[in-house]
């Protein structure tokens, strides 16, 4: 079953992934990510860990993404027109794809055996309580720096959008 | 039978009960609402099918499905198509983790009266509702005309403003429970202050419970906060170009949202399915209150249907007093009193919060756009808050960290 599951998620992804990028229309490029994050949150619950996979669903998919397609929306985005590529492109794109995914797999095999086990096991039970346990004792520092990271952004957008033009 | 398939079996025969529950109760919600509105503005309400207009849900169900249903030709299909089933199935998900009342015994089997504990709920219901933009904003850009696309909009920027302080109202709630799990948070609300007021969350959190009525109302775009549809500007918002079936699914959508906010607001500040009343010595009084109000409702039947002059009133009426008999008769039978009473309470309080909803319709103006933006970012933001500081600080000071 949760074999399976896998399967049909991951294929959600990688299908959704790639739909992305061949999607002319940005507002479908936008709803193909929402269907990636949607399917790697599925990915999140299998390996035990409900509150990522939730916390995924409500940040990426509910607010990033509504906040995407919020401005594709209002600038009223057409579909892109498609330019032709350069000759070093074609020639050199495919070639070079195949090695990076030999490069992927071979490193994936050594570096990890063919048994993994998830590290969600260690947020058994109450998964939430965990991740905020270990958020504000051993992450501290980092949590706090990052949240100063967003205030500094935020300032920012607020200083670049009073600015008179 | 294997632990297995009872679970499944269990599962599947609630998801039917629920969702038939649900979906009727939906249908009826729109008939009241329209009675309501009716007294409130002295006119009758529907009246004319089936006695007091009660046959009224069905001719409209038959009338959606029977319209004509234009697509626009600028209209995007897949996703015009697709955004009012999206709507639809993320307002109906979020009921799946509610739970209704305590464990029932049915056959050798016990189960909660939930589809699904989660011990995440509250959390999973917030990321139903935050995907439920995405069936709104969608909505409004796929039909390729300006009203709808202008009414997805501001839809959306409203449905994401609110959705900050309603996060934050209910955070309060979750604080003092300690727990994302809807039924930890209603177990937590258990037993009474004095022997007379219950120990609800909207007494301690009476600041989040208001901030949360208000957010509520404006994520289920209800009035005061009904700007996406201001028929005289935008003619009917992100649903203008939809017609037929389509549109009923938004409209079902909506009223799902209005259920599931008020199943929230009853779990998390009205003590779920607790009742009001604690016993008198060992005297168990408030037991016997379902029953009393069943028998009051058929007398009342009784009574009118034979003020009554219409033949089919004559007949009907007394049918439902029966039914109200029976099912107040029932309640009597402890076996089914234990797991009925928390369900009857729940339902009362569920149903008290839908008739605020409406009666704040028919009674407040609409907000302008500019104003409610103002309200939701400068006034319920902080506040909320506010509210989170105070209350973390409070149980932190009595849990002695």
């Known amino acids: ?58 940040v990426y998919a509910g607010a990033i993404m509504v906040l995407f397609i919020f401005v594709l929306m209002l600038l009223n985005a057409e579909e892109e027109v498609k330019i032709d590529r350069t000759k070093i492109a074609v020639r050199l794109g495919y070639p070079l794809l195949v090695l990076l995914a030999v490069e992927i797999i071979s490193v994936l095999r050594a570096k990890f055996p063919s048994e993994i086990t998830s590290h969600a096991d260690l947020l058994n039970g109450d998964n939430t309580r965990e991740v ?7 992450y501290l520092l980092p949590f706090e720096v990052t949240s100063v990271l967003m205030l500094v952004a935020i300032m920012g957008a607020v200083v670049m959008g009073k600015r008179k033009s | 039978m294997t632990p297995f398939a009872t679970f499944l079996i269990a599962t599947l025969i609630k998801i039917a009960l629920v969702l038939f529950v649900l979906l009727t109760s939906l249908a009826y919600l729109v008939w009241v609402e329209r009675k309501v509105a009716g007294r409130i503005q002295n006119r009758w309400g529907p009246t004319r099918t089936g006695p007091h207009g009660l046959l009224q849900p069905l001719a409209d169900l038959i009338k959606f499905i029977f319209k004509e249903d234009p697509t626009p030709v600028a209209a995007e299909r897949l996703i015009y198509f697709g955004a009012p089933f999206m709507a639809l199935v993320l ?51 796929s039909s390729g005309s300006k009203y709808a696309l202008l009414g997805g909009l501001r839809s959306s920027a409203q449905m994401i403003s609110y959705e900050l302080s309603l996060s934050f109202s209910v955070v309060g709630p979750l604080i ?61 918002g992100y649903h203008t170009e939809y017609a037929s079936m389509k549109f009923a699914m938004f409209f079902t959508g909506e009223y799902a949202n209005m259920v599931t906010s008020s199943c929230i607001a009853t779990l998390l500040f009205l003590g779920g399915w607790q009742r009001p009343f604690d016993k008198i010595g060992s005297f168990d009084w408030a037991g016997y209150i379902p029953t009393a109000v069943f028998y009051a409702l058929a007398v009342i039947l009784l009574v009118f249907s034979l003020k009554r002059a219409r033949l089919v009133e004559r007949i009907v009426l007394p049918v439902f007093a029966t039914v109200c008999i ?41 907000f302008r756009y500019d104003t409610l933006m103002e309200f939701g970012w400068k006034y319920m933001i902080p506040v909320t808050l506010a509210n989170v500081l105070i209350t973390g600080f409070i149980v932190a000071w009595r849990t002695g960290h």
């Not at chain 1, 992804?13 to 936008?30: D, F, Q, T, V, W």
């Not at chain 2, 008769?329 to 008739?355: M, Q």
Request: hydrophobic share 60%; proline share 4%; with cysteine.
């Open chain 2, 326 to 366: 029976l099912i107040g008769s029932l309640f009597l039978w402890t076996p089914f009193h234990d797991p009925a009473e928390g369900v009857f309470w729940f339902a009362a309080k569920v149903l008290f919060f839908l008739l605020l909803y409406i009666w704040i319709r028919w009674t407040l103006p609409r």
């Open chain 1, 132 to 138: 905020g346990r270990m958020l504000f004792d051993n």
């Open chain 1, 1 to 58: 079953m949760e074999t399976i599951l896998f399967f049909v998620f991951a294929a959600l992804a990688l299908g959704s992934a790639i739909n992305l990028i061949r999607e002319s229309h940005p507002i479908y490029s936008a709803l193909s990510l929402v269907a990636v994050m949607g399917a790697l949150a599925g990915l999140y619950l299998l390996l035990g860990a409900e509150f990522i996979a939730v916390v995924q669903v409500i």
């Open chain 2, 176 to 236: 003092l429970a300690g727990s994302l799990s809807l039924r930890t948070i209603v177990d937590s609300q258990a037993g009474y202050w004095f022997h007379v007021i219950p120990k609800w969350n909207c007494i301690p959190q009476c600041v989040a419970f208001v901030t949360y009525l208000i957010a509520a109302f404006a994520e289920t775009n209800r009035v005061p906060f009904d700007l996406p549809e201001a028929e005289g500007e935008l003619v009917a």
């Open chain 2, 91 to 141: 307002s109906l998900m979020a009921i799946t983790v509610i739970p209704f009342g305590g464990s029932v015994k049915v056959a050798g089997v016990t189960t909660w009266l939930q589809i699904t504990d989660l011990n995440i709920g509250m959390l999973f219901i917030f990321a139903a509702t935050s995907l439920g933009v995405y069936g709104i904003a969608l909505a409004g850009w």
